[in-house]
């Protein structure tokens, strides 16, 4: 079994920051990448940010300089720092993972359960 737990999400004032984290466990190989995507009433889910477990990143447009996507390979975490948040920001947060179980195995993505995110006054 493999889950994802995330933490983090809130409320907070346009400008604000919060910090959303995601902690994989149970039975895992290798994690590559990890990232996070949202969804917003009514909208399709769209990624955020993802990270490599060589530290690569990739981030979409309407975040980039604002966010920033972390992990520590170790703790098999991954992080997402979100700064000058804005309304248009508000959605529920999914951590996303792609794991290998062993190395026989093929890769398959995991999905945590979702943390909300609201910006607003």
């Known amino acids: 079994q493999v889950q994802l737990v995330e933490s983090g999400g809130g409320l907070v004032q346009p400008g604000g920051s919060l910090r959303l984290s995601c902690a994989a466990s149970?039975?895992?190989?290798?994690?590559?990448?990890m990232g996070w995507y949202r969804q917003a009433p009514e909208k399709q889910r769209e990624l955020v940010a993802t990270?490599?477990?060589?530290?690569?990143?990739n981030y979409a447009d309407s975040v980039k300089g604002r966010f920033n996507i972390s992990r520590d390979n170790a703790k098999n975490t991954v992080y997402l720092q979100m700064n000058s948040l804005k309304p248009e920001d508000t959605a529920v947060y999914y951590c996303?993972?792609?794991?290998?179980?062993?190395?026989?195995?093929?890769?398959?993505?995991?999905w945590g359960q979702g943390t909300q995110v609201t910006v607003s006054s």
């Open positions: 990270i490599t477990s060589g530290g690569s990143t």
């Open positions: 149970g039975s895992i190989f290798s994690i590559n990448p």
């Open positions: 996303n993972a792609a794991i290998k179980r062993d190395w026989t195995t093929p890769r398959t993505n995991y």
